[in-house]
């Protein structure tokens, strides 16, 4: 599959006041300016729920309008919070086949329009009707992950803590984060309880932004080595364990058959972590670790940057804030940027060759595992 | 222990997969030879939590819980009163299409 990832942008992320369609505009461009805006013909475009959020439809062609890519083919994808890996993950066979020479893949979301409390009750639509007729939300059953996954293995609270102190010091790294200040272990247990074991620093933020990248048919140091997605039963408790999100481990089994590689040759990963606990369950369902050995890594450092195997060196979901459209992407475009050496301050000790990005959509009922890693070619 | 009506599950002929009632097909291999059964109403504490930022309409704390049943079949139940000690087997009753651990009568 010789497609790679020849550029990339990422607008900031936090309270914006321009409109979804301009956020979706503003990364675009940047990705189009990395490319020295050479004509693209494919533009696909992700939100979770632009209509409701931000009041807009029809989102593509709007796009394409405002970035002059006149009469370009395109549509909008959508998988819940795994949105904008769902796009990328539709574009990548398109140019590969041959049908487009050059895409532009963008995700966003545009959420602080909207009270809170009418966010979360959109966001909680990705859940099962029976789920929601339980009073359940997505913390809630997020909490209910950690709860089992804290019994089972032995594992004390604090490692949920190391995920967020973790997140938010490389968050402090990335200019277009959220949050970019560090936190201690004890403001993050003395943050309000939202749904226990869970407080409010264990959990990400609603925000808005976006991020976009060019899909060529070529080589280069952020080829696409390979791509897995799998759904999973929408109701929790129909999973056969509650402790791993299926969906994730079938995803990556996937993306390493389609690279022929293993999880061994993997450098570092951007992993979905819009609650502390799922960074643990993600580390676990690629295969970095087995299962319970999670909590171990993130409390003795092997997930930092200098570590064994660097996690969110972005500042993850939980540092970087989640604009839920946009981060199955932006996880996508920071794995690309370590791979060409483009991410500045936030670059992690050794320049890896190979990346992994990991989406989650819903409570873990659709996941993506996208492989990113040096195809040859040197074409920067 | 409460008494307690048994619950109504769906069997899969097809895979054998047991689950609560649930629309449309076997969640498990897309089978339509579904059948009706029972189980006894008990089953362990997986998992529990508080919410103290509810969904709108329900109180704050509101509590839930993961539970399991006989036959692996897990339950998403409320819990109206203090949170069960994880492990512990506690009864559960469907009310109004909802799902509820019983709490020990008082005395
Ligand atoms: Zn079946």
Redesign the pocket.
Known sequence: MRVAVTAAGVGRFGKRSETLIDLLCEAGREALDGIGRKPVDLLVVAHMAGGTFAGVENTAAKVADQLGLDTSAGFRVEAASASGAAAFHAAVPLVAAGGYDRALVIAGEKMTDLPSAEVARVLARSLAPMEIAHGATMPGLAALVASRYLTRYGVGEDALDAVTVAARAAAARNPNAQFPTAVTSAQVRESRPIALPLRLLHCSAVSDGAAALVLERTAGPAGVLGLGQATDHIELVERPDLTSFRATQVAAKRAYEAARQTRKEVDFAELHDAFAPFALLDLEDIGITGPGEGAAWFLNGSTASDGRFPVNPSGGILGRGHPVGASGLVQIAEVARQLRGESGPMAIARRPKRGLAQSIGGLGSHNFVTLLGDTGGGGR | MSEVPPLAIVR?D??Q?RFLPHPGL?P??G?DELVRTEIPAHATVLAATELLAPAAGWPSPHRLAILEATESVRILAIVRGPLPTLGSVVAVRRTNDLYEVVLPSPG
């Open positions: 899969c097809h895979c997969a076997c498990r291999c089978s």
